[in-house]
């Protein structure tokens, strides 16, 4: 005679294979704002039953552990995505004053044109515009101003002349434009420079 088989015999009482198990929901990955205090809001305001909670000591410090450690990684992985953001941002700033950097000849050539009168008027003339424009919606500056004094991270001095009326070293004459992108000086102004007798 055989024995029914409950397929439910044997089995533990807490076995959750079969049973769907609540998680809360995901803590946002919000850089704007301060990821521990978000990370805290959504834990203390996950609800357990009272047949599940823990009355032993022990099991309340697992949980606040268990707490501690999901805080940790939110605010590991915040920091993580602000370093990444802050190094995406670097390198498109490096690729930019790379690419001016290689533009500086075509300015001086397109300088020397200007001097000797070739870039007056004409399409010439309106295709320089445009790139000079385009150039400074980039940040490229020049560096270029004289009667102001003189500073040797964004001047370079060649020669240096008596002046009667200057009380500094200011600079009197640029013999070839410096630029500079934001803060960073690309290549500093070759000037004249003239000092107090």
């Known amino acids: 005679m055989s024995e029914s088989v409950n397929p439910d015999e044997g089995k533990p009482e807490n076995d959750p294979v079969g049973e ?8 946002p990955a919000d850089t704007n704002g301060d990821a521990l205090s978000q990370a805290e809001e959504i834990l203390n305001g996950v609800e357990v039953p009272a047949e599940e909670s823990v009355a032993q000591g022990s099991g309340a ?3 606040a552990e268990l ?3 999901l805080l940790r ?15 995406r941002a670097v390198a498109g700033q490096m690729a930019v004053i790379g690419v001016l950097n290689s533009l500086l000849p075509v300015l001086d ?4 044109g200007r001097t000797h009168g070739d870039i007056v008027d004409g399409p010439f003339a309106a295709i320089v515009a445009k790139l000079e424009t385009t150039l400074e919606t980039y940040g490229l500056e020049r560096i270029d101003a004289t009667g102001v004094p003189f500073d040797p991270t964004v001047h370079e001095a060649l020669i240096q002349q008596p002046g009667g009326d200057v009380e500094i070293d200011t600079v009197s004459q640029v013999l070839r434009k410096g630029y500079r992108s934001g ?3 690309l290549r500093a102004a070759q000037v004249v420079v003239a000092v107090p007798e």
Do not use: M
């Not at 769907?20 to 803590?27: C, K, L, R």
């Open 61 to 63: 410090g697992e949980a």
């Open 73 to 87: 990684l939110q605010a590991e992985y915040v920091n993580y995505r602000k370093r990444v953001e802050r190094d």
């Open 109 to 112: 050539d397109i300088d020397a």
């Open 20 to 27: 769907p198990v609540e998680t809360p929901g995901e803590i």
């Open 67 to 69: 707490k501690n450690d």
């Open 183 to 185: 803060e960073r000086v």
